[in-house]
């Protein structure tokens, strides 16, 4: 499929991955601490920044007790009410402007994840480039009609989603006018297991949906990262901080950045040694045929003396015959004099 852009940068396989570095609530309500991870982003080579434009009242409803409390004892956010999760993570909508223009100062882009569609109304304002829709609203078809219909790139984390729900959000969004869309293959657990990534789906999701395909990466370090690009992901998103030991609600999953430089590095590596199909010695190849083992005189050979396995090797350098001719140069007369260290070819055989 051809390939399109978000912003100045080019998005699918013949274009180096594009990485978003993830902010969510690792600010910490520190504007200061905003820019500072913007910065440090963009340091690190990322491509994009990505924030979350929400409220807690357009989250949840202001209650502590039943299930709007987050009951599940393995939770980073365990024994927390849900509005108060999002009061502590979300973004001010007044932050959104300095942030974005901080990003664009280092020509890096920026954009969001809505998740109402009065944050859609609100980010066009602000003119981002692409919309991301979120794991847990990626069966909100409204939302996804709403950020569709603006015309914008659309990317859409697949997290929990059966084939059935990812075909109606994928209509959803054609229908809606959106026609350059990236499903994020996703595991909606926080952090993620590498055993709980099943990369392989990548391929199989490029293949059914006819879109590009990426990685929204909750697991630890950059390997599966890597290994989503090699798999055929064209974007990748992780989740970033300035440093995990300052807390945040999304800290101990998001990478610092000497891990974020490695990522950028890293799967752009692994994008440009996907190559094509290639048998035989490639150009920067040819120079390296010269140490290949070929035959050679290694003691003095009489003229009319046959060749043995006393004197002929396969040696390096391989300027003689090839190895496999061996068996049929054993036992045939010297034609001349060969001394050690010759190259042996057929001219010098009877």
Not at 77 to 90: E, K, R
Not at 115 to 140: M, R
Request: glycine share 6%.
């Amino acid at each position: 499929m051809p390939s399109f852009k978000i912003g100045h940068r080019a998005i699918g396989l013949d274009a180096p991955p594009f990485v978003i570095a993830e902010m969510s609530g690792n600010h910490n309500q520190s504007l200061e601490r905003a820019l500072a991870i913007v910065d440090a982003a963009a340091k690190a080579g990322a491509h994009a920044l990505k924030l979350q434009t929400y409220t807690a009242d357009t989250m949840t409803l202001d209650i502590d007790q039943g299930e709007f409390r987050i009951s599940d004892p393995d939770s980073l956010w365990a024994d927390t009410s849900l509005y108060a999760l999002y009061q502590q993570a979300h973004t001010p909508w007044e932050w959104h402007a300095p942030i974005f223009e901080r990003a664009k100062s280092h020509g890096m882009l920026a954009f969001s994840s809505p998740f109402d569609e009065s944050a859609v109304d609100f980010l066009e304002s602000l003119e981002v480039p692409a919309y991301k829709i979120a794991s847990f609203e990626n069966t909100d078809l409204p939302l996804i009609r709403k950020a569709a219909s603006t015309g914008k790139p659309l990317i859409i984390s697949t997290g929990m989603a059966s084939v059935a729900e990812l075909d109606e959000s994928v209509r959803a969004a054609r229908a809606a006018g959106c026609r350059d869309l990236i499903l994020l293959k996703c595991t909606s657990t926080y952090p993620a297991s590498p055993l709980n990534t099943h990369l392989r789906t990548i391929a199989h999701m490029r293949e059914l949906f006819g879109c590009e395909v990426g990685l929204s990466d909750h697991t630890m370090g950059v390997g599966a990262a890597v290994a989503a690009v090699a798999l055929g992901a064209s974007v990748v998103e992780k989740h970033f901080t300035l440093d995990r030991s300052a807390g945040g609600v999304d800290a101990s999953f998001s990478l610092e950045p000497a891990e974020l430089a490695s990522l950028v590095t890293e799967t752009e590596r692994a994008w440009q040694a996907l190559g094509q199909v290639q048998y035989g010695a490639t150009t920067a190849e040819q120079k390296s045929l010269v140490y290949r083992r070929s035959l050679y005189v290694v003691r003095d050979v009489a003229a009319g003396e046959p060749l043995t396995r006393d004197n002929v090797r396969a040696i390096r350098p391989g300027l003689g015959l090839a190895p496999r001719h061996l068996d049929n140069v054993l036992g045939r007369a010297a034609r001349r004099p060969l001394a050690r260290g010759m190259a042996l070819d057929w001219s010098m055989i009877d």
